[in-house]
């Protein structure tokens, strides 16, 4: 009878004591690992199962951070010798073109073709991603590459001359009209394919109103980069050309004033260029710093 009292002493405390320790695993379960859990973002973690709000989106062409999983690495290569060298002479051009602007171009490895992307840095760099170049040239052709290599050439600008927005995704838009504005004075002698860099530009756009990445919708981003096309071509017709400021006050003026109140569909017209231009005369009009 005492062995029966005993063995019943011992059975409770082991119950009370399991119950304790299953208390204790729904308070707190030590198996849990805290992180950033947004495959879209520079700092995922593949071994975390809660989110702590730490992520860093990767959208949008400012917000470069390196160092984390999906930073990707920077090179020198796109591990091809004709694209190699189509590059390099590309970013000659440039920065011939974006006299005093300083950059330095990279080609940065993204973690894959998913998070494809061009930044561009206050610092003084370009980083234009691997996956972004090949996707770009598969679906549209050479010619956007240079649109997009003279988007974020625009961007450097902004950065150099410290310029402010009101709006953040003016200064996207106004890297669009930088954009054009290099194509059309620098590059008419490709015209022929123009209309695919137009398509490059329109597609890039986005809806997300109210993200801290909006770059502005399809149709503002189209329109921002005809105001650039237009600008060079009045340009090219007057002979006088504009500083990099006079281009800023211009450009947000007018992305102020209609490109970010006003339908676009109908604002287009045909761009004809003046005939009998000659590399000296394109290349006095360049913007200059004042």
């Known amino acids: 009878m005492k062995l029966?009292?005993?063995?019943?002493?011992?059975?409770?405390?082991?119950?009370?004591?399991?119950?304790?320790?299953?208390?204790?695993?729904?308070?707190?379960?030590?198996?849990?690992?805290?992180?950033?859990?947004?495959?879209?973002?520079?700092?995922?973690?593949?071994?975390?199962?809660?989110?702590?709000?730490?992520?860093?989106?990767?959208?949008?062409?400012?917000g470069y951070f390196g160092g984390y999983s999906n930073s990707g690495s920077l090179g020198v290569t796109l591990n091809d010798p004709y694209w190699d060298q189509k590059m390099n002479?590309?970013?000659?051009?440039?920065?011939?073109?974006?006299?005093?602007?300083?950059?330095?171009?990279?080609?940065?490895?993204?973690?894959?073709?998913?998070?494809?992307?061009?930044?561009?840095?206050?610092?003084?760099?370009?980083?234009?991603?691997?996956?972004?170049?090949?996707?770009?040239?598969?679906?549209?052709?050479?010619?956007?590459?240079?649109?997009?290599?003279?988007?974020?050439?625009?961007?450097?600008?902004?950065?150099?001359?410290?310029?402010?927005?009101?709006?953040?995704?003016?200064?996207?838009?106004?890297?669009?009209?930088?954009s054009g504005f290099y194509m059309a004075l620098a590059k008419q002698y490709a015209w022929a394919n123009i209309e695919s860099y137009f398509a490059n530009v329109y597609a890039n756009g986005d809806y997300n109103f109210n993200h801290p990445t909006h770059h502005g919708t399809p149709e503002q981003r189209l329109a921002s980069a005809y105001l650039g096309v237009n600008t060079a071509i009045e340009i090219l017709n007057s002979g006088k050309p504009l500083s990099y400021q006079e281009l800023h006050s211009l450009f947000i003026n007018e992305i102020e004033t209609y490109i970010n109140n006003e339908p676009q569909s109908n604002r287009f017209i045909e761009v004809k260029y003046p005939e009998n231009l000659t590399n000296a005369y394109i290349e006095s009009l360049f913007p200059y710093i004042e």
């Open 89 to 178: 002479e590309e970013v000659i051009i440039q920065r011939n073109f974006f006299n005093g602007i300083p950059a330095n171009v990279y080609v940065l490895y993204e973690p894959s073709v998913n998070h494809k992307n061009a930044y561009a840095s206050p610092q003084g760099q370009i980083m234009f991603g691997y996956h972004m170049f090949y996707y770009t040239i598969s679906v549209y052709g050479e010619l956007p590459v240079a649109g997009i290599l003279a988007h974020e050439w625009g961007h450097r600008t902004q950065f150099y001359h410290n310029w402010g927005y009101d709006e953040k995704h003016y200064q996207e838009l106004e890297a669009d009209a930088f």
């Open 4 to 62: 029966i009292k005993i063995l019943l002493y011992f059975f409770c405390f082991v119950a009370l004591v399991s119950c304790d320790l299953f208390k204790g695993s729904d308070d707190e379960d030590p198996t849990l690992i805290e992180g950033c859990t947004n495959l879209n973002s520079f700092n995922y973690s593949s071994e975390a199962d809660t989110d702590d709000g730490s992520c860093i989106e990767m959208y949008g062409c400012l």
